[in-house]
């Protein structure tokens, strides 16, 4: 039973990336083999169960990044894999924040996430540097998100 209900929340917070995902035309990048999509968005939207699984402080203050690296693959919506991802958020102001994302594996699923505090109208300048496992280069991946609070 305990099983059941982590794989549940598991796939929640996969979804509700998922739908993070899709609620943006520019949230993803293509680089050839490879795909990466990326979304941010306050935590206050994540359910208590998953929030809590994933050790996340759910506010409306506080912000999730969410970063999924997809192989192609012909006739199929992409293979998850495993990368090296680096990133950080500058505000207008120049000020910079350093970005800890962590690994979440589930069975057909590979993400990265951080989350990080963030203040209402706030507008970061992300700036994520992702090498797929097994290559040599890396993507650059930049793009704007604005934070309204509660």
């Known amino acids: 039973m305990q099983n059941t209900n982590k794989y549940l929340q598991l796939l929640g917070l996969a979804c509700l990336c998922l739908v993070a995902l899709?609620?943006?035309a520019e949230s993803s990048q293509d680089f050839g083999d490879y795909v990466v999509h990326f979304n941010a968005l306050t935590t206050d939207l994540l359910p208590p169960k998953v929030a809590t699984e994933y050790k996340i402080k759910r506010s409306g203050n506080h912000a999730l990044l969410?970063?999924?690296v997809l192989r192609k693959v012909l006739g199929a919506p992409g293979q998850p894999v495993s990368a090296a991802v680096t990133g950080s958020a500058r505000t207008l102001t120049g000020q910079q924040r350093e970005l800890?994302?962590?690994?979440?594996?589930e069975p057909n699923a590979i993400y990265y996430i951080a989350d990080f505090g963030v203040g209402n109208e706030e507008l970061l300048h992300f700036q994520l540097d992702v090498r797929p496992e097994g290559e040599s280069e890396s993507y650059?991946?930049?793009f704007r998100q604005?934070?309204?609070t509660r």
């Open 100 to 105: 800890n994302l962590r690994e979440i594996r």
């Open 146 to 148: 604005q934070f309204f």
């Open 22 to 24: 899709g609620a943006r």
């Open 66 to 68: 969410n970063v999924v």
């Open 140 to 142: 650059q991946v930049q």
